[in-house]
């Protein structure tokens, strides 16, 4: 789950734009798109969707913040979603991001499942 | 995001009962329902995405463990992701449940964004 900061309002109101940044992020990363699903919403920003096997990848921007809100999910271990951020956080320049890993289905002591969760900040722009 | 456990391995297997309970838990949660996609990968698990307005819902199963991986993403303030929740717990028969909520977007001092993180164990059954 990653909150970009900084971004390039002008890709950030491009659904055409996204789409193809998010199709080619899954490639990147090592994931097979099965359907993908976009649309602007008003005044600016722009939802999307790509759905990966057993796994998607999803943005919603706001332009007139700079901001987007990027989540990657994949049952994949073979996957490689860490790919998948940074090709996205650069194609749509973002000058900083916060990042939440959730590693999912951890099996605890009593049989149940939990989460494990890992925060970290980047400024990929600042390299 | 949810970790649900001792689910009912029937209906975690069964992506058309799946489908239903997604859509019915977007009402429930009174969010608009836009695309729906649902699709089973072997050997048992079954993957679905429910995209709202503006938002989405998935859930990602394993049978064999009981467990299901439940995300439901908003952007709308006036929708009720808590009811989505409870709604697909129910449903799926979960015995327990370890929820993360992650507060998106919010701005810190520096102009950058964030979010905060909220973590609480659920029984649903038990009540």
Not at 26 to 44: I, Q
Request: glycine share 8%; charged share 25%.
């Amino acid at each position: 789950m990653v909150e970009a900061s900084g971004c390039d309002p002008g890709i950030l109101k491009d659904a055409n734009a996204l789409k193809k940044i998010l199709i080619e992020s899954a490639k990147v990363g090592e994931m097979d798109v099965r359907s993908t699903y976009f649309y602007k919403f008003s005044p600016y920003g722009v939802s999307g969707m790509v759905i990966v096997s057993g796994s998607h990848i999803s943005i919603h921007t706001w332009p007139e913040k700079g901001y987007a809100a990027i989540d990657v999910y994949t049952c994949d271990v073979d996957s490689k979603p860490e790919k998948t951020i940074d090709y996205i956080l650069e194609k749509i320049g973002a000058s900083y991001a916060h990042i939440t890993e959730i590693e999912r289905g951890i099996e605890d002591e009593d049989g149940t499942y939990t989460h494990i969760i890992l925060s970290w900040d980047e400024a990929p722009q600042e390299d």
